[in-house]
C-alpha cells in the first residue's frame, strides 16, 4: 500500500512513534474496535497483529502533497488529571454517525514525551514542536465529514495541551479533574497496579516541571505510595490550572469537576455536548444520561458502576487508611500552604 493511501485509510490507525528509527507505526484496525476501546492500546486491541512502519519523511512528504481536507471538522479534546471520569464522559459523548472518540492514543504521548525530551529529527526538519499538528493530522480521518473526532488524550499528555489546540482553529476542550482525597482513595482502590500506574504518571508529569526533573530516582523510591500519589495530583492540577489560565480569555477551554459529571450527568453531558458543539440532539443526551449504559463501568464494561458502591468502597478504604490518608493530606498542605485539597478550576463549565 503507499504511503498516501495508508494515511487516508480509517482502517489503519496511526498508532505510535518510533524515536530512533523514525517512524511511525500504523496498526490494522476497525471503528468497531475503535470504538470499544478503552485505551488505544495494541495489547488490548490486537497484540498478534502486525504492525506498519513508515518512515516520517516519507509521511511528511506525501501530507505536503495533499491539502487538508476543508470538510473535516475540528477536532475537540477531553484532558483530564487521571481517576476523574473523563473515561465515562469519552463514551457518553461517542454516538454513532455523530461522534467518534479516540481514548489515549500513544501516538499523542509520544509527542509529548517528544518535548519532555526536546527531540529533533534526523531525517527530516522536524523537531518535537512539530509532532502534536503533524499527529492530529493523522488522527483525523478516524472521524467522518459528519462526525465530530473526540480525543481523550492520557493525563501525562497536558504537557502539550496547547499545542493540540493550536493543532486546529475551532477545537477546544474541557479539563476534568478531581479532588486530592477521591484521587488518592481511587489509587488505592485499584490495589498494588494503581500505585504502580501512579509512580508511572508521576515519573513522567515530574519531567515537566524543572524543580523535579532531576530528582534522583532513589528519594522517589524512598517516598511512600500516598506521597507520590498528593505530589502527583498536585503536579497535575497545577498543570492544568495554567493550561486553563492560558486560554481563559479565549473560550476555547473549560474545567470541570469528575464528581460533578457522576452526580449530575444530564446537566453535565448537556453542558459539554454544548461547550464542544457536538450538536447531539438533547432528547439523545436525556436518552445517554438515563440509560442503563450510565451504570456500565467505563474501564471495564464486564463491571457495574455505581454511585453507592464507590463511596461505600471509599468508605472502607479511609476506615483502613484513615490515619496514614489524613496525615498525608496534612504533609501535602503542610508543604504547599496554597494547594486546596477541593480545588475550583477556573473557567468552569456553567452546569
Known amino acids: 500500500m503507499l504511503t498516501k493511501d495508508l494515511i ?14 523514525e517512524c511511525v507505526a500504523y496498526l490494522p484496525v476497525s471503528r468497531e474496535e475503535l470504538r470499544k ?20 519523511a516519507e509521511i511528511t512528504e506525501s501530507l505536503a502533497a495533499q491539502e487538508p481536507s476543508a470538510d473535516a471538522r475540528p477536532p475537540q479534546f477531553i484532558f483530564h488529571t487521571a481517576f476523574c471520569a473523563s473515561t465515562f464522559l469519552s463514551r457518553c459523548l461517542d454516538v454513532e454517525e455523530q461522534t467518534i472518540g479516540l481514548r489515549e ?21 522536524l523537531d ?14 478516524h472521524a467522518t465529514p459528519a462526525e465530530t473526532l473526540i480525543i481523550k488524550p ?30 488518592v482513595l481511587s489509587m488505592l ?19 515537566d516541571f524543572p524543580q523535579l526533573s532531576n530528582l534522583q530516582l532513589t528519594h522517589v523510591i524512598h ?17 492544568a490550572e495554567a493550561v486553563l489560565m492560558e486560554h481563559s480569555g479565549s473560550g476555547r477551554m473549560a474545567s470541570l469537576y469528575g464528581d460533578s459529571l457522576i452526580r449530575q450527568p ?36 464486564e463491571r457495574r458502576f455505581s454511585l453507592e458502591a464507590r463511596e461505600q468502597r471509599y468508605e472502607k478504604l479511609e476506615a483502613f487508611f484513615g490515619p496514614d490518608l489524613d496525615d498525608g493530606l496534612g504533609w501535602l498542605q503542610r508543604n504547599n500552604p496554597r494547594t486546596r485539597l477541593l480545588p475550583e478550576l477556573q473557567p468552569a463549565l456553567s452546569l
Open 105 to 125: 492514543p500513544q501516538l499523542l504521548l509520544d509527542a509529548a514525551n517528544a518535548k519532555r525530551l526536546r527531540w529533533r529529527a534526523k531525517s527530516t526538519q
Open 37 to 56: 476501546a478503552t485505551i488505544l492500546k495494541r495489547g488490548l486491541i490486537a497484540p498478534d497483529r502486525a504492525l506498519i512502519q513508515v518512515p516520517l
Open 8 to 21: 487516508a485509510d480509517a482502517r489503519y490507525l496511526a498508532y505510535s512513534f518510533d524515536f530512533s528509527s
Open 223 to 239: 517516598m511512600s505510595d500516598l506521597r507520590v500519589a498528593m505530589t502527583l495530583w498536585r503536579l497535575q492540577v497545577e498543570q
Open 266 to 301: 444530564l446537566e453535565a453531558l448537556t453542558a459539554a455536548n454544548e461547550f464542544l458543539a457536538l450538536g447531539l440532539p438533547a432528547k439523545q443526551i436525556t436518552a445517554i444520561a438515563t440509560s442503563d449504559d450510565r451504570f456500565i463501568d467505563a474501564k471495564n464494561p
Open 189 to 207: 482502590g485499584k490495589g498494588e497496579g494503581g500505585k504502580q500506574t501512579v509512580r508511572s504518571m508521576f515519573d513522567l508529569i515530574r519531567c
Open 128 to 141: 518535537y514542536q512539530d509532532l502534536p499538528q503533524l499527529f492530529v493530522r493523522l488522527l483525523q480521518k
Open 154 to 183: 492520557i493525563n501525562s499528555v497536558n504537557n502539550i495541551a496547547t499545542e493540540l489546540l493550536q493543532a486546529a482553529p475551532g477545537s477546544k476542550a474541557l479539563m476534568l479533574y478531581t479532588d486530592a482525597r477521591n484521587f
